[in-house]
């Protein structure tokens, strides 16, 4: 015999849905506004310090100078950009 259980997910009190919303959306954006910049540490500062980053054919970056090079190295692609 197989019994499912039916979870609903209830909105915490104080609905903060719409704010979590806009604060994830904000957060995008600033990437994406970081990344355009192509200044390196602004885009590595969007990377919390137990970060691991997985480039294409290459080793896992997991530390922020790995991931500060992994960037530099990326950038550097002409086919990139």
Not at 4 to 9: D, E, P, T
Not at 47 to 70: C, E, F, G
């Amino acid at each position: 015999m197989t019994a499912c259980h039916s979870v609903q997910q209830s909105q915490p009190a104080g609905g903060t849905r719409a704010a979590d919303e806009a604060a994830i959306r904000k957060a995008d954006a600033d990437w994406v506004k970081a990344a355009q910049t192509e200044k390196v540490d602004d885009w590595v500062a969007f990377y919390s310090d137990d970060a691991v980053v997985l480039p294409p054919n290459d080793k896992a970056a997991n530390s922020k100078d790995s991931i500060r090079k992994t960037m530099i190295d990326s950038l550097a692609m002409p086919c990139l950009w």
